[in-house]
């Protein structure tokens, strides 16, 4: 059977097994660290009221769309890049174990699921959808140009708090809680992505892809992930001021502002300083403003 025909059948049959692999291939499952952070935007929103269950769950749907769109996508641009590192070459696509116009099939149904969530929720989610459409075509790309690669997807998921508000307010008219929560989320992930990159700081370099790490050395990449991860919490305790500064949102703020230090624990290796240590500090982050006493 020729390569063709297996492709074909593949997508034809829908069994068990491809199921599995596309779960491996957008790691939809990593949606779940992301949406207290999203949720957040949503109290924000509403002021520390609890949102809809409507919009919450319009809101699940479009951040579950767009991460299955986004991930996609970078594992699709990145397959070669992939092949060469011996962190990834077991990806399905350089491995062979997915093909490609499956990969492709998927990164439009996540696209679809994504614009059919924000067409439901309507008025300026509907307007602004487009938006969030550009950084996560293209975050992957940066690595191919730009050593500032780490930002793109932090500007991806700072992204999305801004959306759950839209949704949960109707109206793109941030309050400064909301601005400061996505400055957190910026700041957090865009340190954590540059330690995450430390793994890959020789075969980086021999495969010249661009990251800080390449360029400034494990030390210098460090003291940019330091000052990021500094602003970050200093953007949190603005949250946690506007938003009422009082009750269990302060034992958050604090198991935060300790995971971020963590990540900088020599005797932690690295994979486990961006799991499970920055996903604590993003996740307890997000209840921050949930937790909160808004004014």
């Known amino acids: 059977m020729s390569r063709t025909q297996t492709e074909a059948l593949e997508i034809g049959t829908a069994s068990p097994n491809l199921f599995k692999k596309i779960l491996r291939f957008t790691k939809v499952e990593h949606t779940a660290f992301s949406l207290p952070l999203i949720f957040a935007g949503a109290w924000i929103g509403t002021r520390g009221l609890t949102p809809p269950p409507a919009v919450l769950l319009l809101v699940l749907a479009a951040a ?33 174990r997915l093909a490609l116009r499956t990969a492709l099939a998927v990164a439009i149904g996540g696209l679809l699921v994504y614009l059919a969530a924000c067409a439901a929720l309507g008025g300026w ?39 759950a508000f839209v949704a949960a307010a109707g109206s793109p008219d941030f309050t400064p809680p909301a601005v400061f929560f996505a400055l957190f989320v910026f700041c957090w992930l865009s340190g954590a992505d540059i330690i995450y990159a430390l793994m890959d700081l020789e075969n980086d370099r021999l495969t010249g892809v661009y990251s800080l ?83």
């Open 64 to 96: 579950v769309g767009a991460r299955i769109f986004g991930m996609s996508c970078n594992r699709i641009f990145d397959r070669r890049l992939d092949a060469l590192n011996p962190r990834t070459a077991g990806r399905e696509l350089p491995a062979d």
């Open 125 to 163: 989610c509907l307007i602004l959808a487009p938006l969030p459409l550009v950084p996560l075509l293209g975050y992957s790309l940066l690595k191919r140009f730009t050593a500032l690669c780490h930002f793109g997807i932090g500007l991806c998921l700072a992204l999305a708090p801004l959306g």
């Open 213 to 295: 790490p390449a360029r400034l050395g494990a030390g210098g990449a460090l003291r940019v992930a330091g000052l990021l991860h500094a602003v970050a919490l200093g953007c949190l305790t603005a949250v946690f001021f506007s938003t009422g500064g009082r009750g269990p949102a302060a034992l958050t703020l604090a198991i935060s502002a300790l995971a971020l230090a963590a990540m900088y624990l020599p005797a932690l290796p690295i994979g486990a300083r961006f799991f499970p240590v920055s996903t604590i500090a993003g996740m307890a982050g997000a209840m921050v403003p949930i937790l909160g006493h808004f004014p």
